[in-house]
């Protein structure tokens, strides 16, 4: 079944404790893609990814990390998590950049303490 | 990227259209309008897009305005699990940043 999944699902933590967010496709997808979402404030992007070892800043870039070693995964770092990250993150992948029929994971639901 | 602006929320009775507005006045020539929606608090779903000329698929139907600048989402027979925030995105085809704005939140009463 064509899916990206995400673990963990829930996760509850205390402030600077790093921790990482993986997300894997088996669509054989180039574009990667990190949200938040936040109550009032809709999804907006992380971090995004054209391809392998190829990723760039969306719009709230700040406190995350990602790396694109292997085309399938696209972790989110989060080295010293802060209260003000607790969110909803959604990882989310397409075929190519320019085909942008995003399929999303399931959800993460992150709470720092 | 253009932004787009969209109601709050709407109200649709079940088995009648749901048709969802989008304004779109910024949009440029290269310029696609996406649509998708998110039920609950699960992971958004994509639903259609368009570029210039009216698209239907077996989810929904888009209609553009000739001067692109408008948009509409039909859903043609609301069900209750059309009952999402529905989202309107305009984006350059060869896009890499994408913009969810806060959507338009569908309640389908039955």
């Known amino acids: 079944e064509a899916q990206v999944t995400q673990n963990p699902r829930y996760l509850i933590t205390v402030t600077g404790k790093k921790l990482t967010v993986t997300c894997s496709q088996n669509?054989?997808?180039?574009?990667m893609s990190w949200y938040r979402q936040d109550p009032g404030l809709g999804l907006r992007q992380i971090y995004y990814s054209m391809n392998v070892e190829v990723t760039d800043k969306g719009d709230v870039p700040e406190g995350y990390k990602v790396s694109r070693k292997e085309k399938r995964n696209f972790p989110l770092i989060l080295e010293s998590p802060s209260p003000n990250q607790t969110s909803l993150y959604f990882c989310?992948?397409?075929?190519?950049?320019?085909?942008?029929?995003?399929?999303f994971g399931p959800g993460t639901r992150l709470t720092v303490t | 990227d253009a932004k787009t602006t969209q109601p709050p929320s709407m109200d649709c009775a079940e088995g009648r259209a749901a048709n969802l507005p989008c304004n779109h006045s910024?949009?440029?020539?290269?310029?696609?309008v996406y649509w998708y929606r998110q039920i609950h608090s699960q992971g958004p779903q994509y639903i259609i897009h368009g570029l210039k000329n009216n698209e239907t698929n077996e989810m929904a139907s888009l209609i553009i305005t000739e001067d692109r600048k408008s948009s509409t989402l039909i859903l043609p027979h609301a069900t209750l699990r059309d009952t999402a925030v529905y989202y309107c995105?305009?984006?350059?085809?060869?896009?890499?940043?994408?913009?969810f704005g806060t959507g338009t939140s569908l309640t389908v009463i039955p």
């Open positions: 669509m054989n997808h180039e574009y």
């Open positions: 995105i305009v984006t350059r085809y060869t896009g890499n940043q994408f913009y």
């Open positions: 910024t949009i440029s020539g290269n310029e696609y």
């Open positions: 989310a992948s397409s075929f190519r950049a320019d085909r942008n029929e995003q399929y």
